[in-house]
């Protein structure tokens, strides 16, 4: 699963209400995340390793 930050574009692994793989905390603005099938763009690590 992913989830899109939709301020930023990014799409992390992950999904809304828990943690992304690197380590954004999707519960301090639920309002800024969507779950998606997009692909993973995040370049950091535990997102796209």
Same mark, same amino acid.
């Given at each position: 699963m992913a989830v899109k930050n939709i $301020?930023?574009?990014e799409v992390h692994r992950g999904q809304k209400g828990g943690v992304t793989g690197c380590g954004f905390d999707t519960t $301090?603005?639920?309002n800024h995340w969507v779950n998606t099938n997009d692909k993973i763009n995040c370049d950091k690590y535990g997102c796209k390793n």
């Open positions: $301020e930023s574009n $301090e603005h639920p």
